[in-house]
């Protein structure tokens, strides 16, 4: 049999690909770091090269798609816009999580909230420096009074997570009122 070297980030890729579409399919708990090697046909040793560990492997999956998530919601917003209408215009998550990848598709499968919500917080930690860097901005333009924008970020990027997650909620409600919530927030900072 040939031995079929790769480059190590196209390597390292496959098995996040793989192990994504097993952990979907089979289930994370009832899915092994040899479960993952048998269906790209490498040995296992290979895959603990690049993750010491199953839950090290999921973890940079789900980091992966979190950034992938965060730049999409990044190349539909224009941040050049005055605080205020960046937020009107802001799409919602919904809205740019149409993704058709194992990872979506586990991070949203039914009795999966634990995944669900592990990706939401590394959303979050993605857009935390952001919109710190944003509301800067907006108090360095004097468009807001503001003094501690890392604080005024974590607040405003983690505390829409219980409206977010919450399912009870509709989609165009749950943005509706963060849209609404953020703008009232900043109007109470105006300059």
Not at 4 to 24: G, L
Not at 87 to 95: A, K, R, T
Not at 108 to 113: S, V
């Amino acid at each position: 049999m040939t031995r079929i070297t790769k480059d190590p980030k196209e390597r390292r890729q496959e098995i996040i690909d793989t192990a994504m579409r097993v952990f979907y399919e089979k289930g994370y708990e009832k899915t092994a770091i040899a479960d993952i090697a048998r269906e790209m046909h490498v040995a296992q040793g290979l895959c603990y090269r690049y993750f010491s560990s199953k839950e090290e492997l999921f973890d940079t999956a789900l980091d992966q798609y979190a950034q992938r998530q965060v730049d999409r919601l990044l190349a539909a917003t224009n941040l050049n816009l005055p605080l205020a209408q960046l937020i009107e215009s802001m799409p919602s998550f919904p809205e740019v999580e149409l993704d058709d990848s194992y990872a979506q598709k586990l991070c949203h499968q039914e009795g999966n909230a634990k995944f669900h919500n592990q990706l939401a917080l590394k959303i979050c930690a993605k857009l935390q420096p952001v919109v710190a860097r944003l509301l800067a901005r907006a108090g360095e333009g004097g468009e807001l009074q503001i003094k501690d924008p890392d604080t005024a970020a974590s607040f405003c990027v983690y505390g829409q997570l219980g409206i977010l997650l919450d399912q009870n909620i509709p989609a165009s409600e749950r943005t509706e009122r963060i849209h609404s919530f953020l703008l009232e927030l900043i109007r109470h900072f105006q300059a």
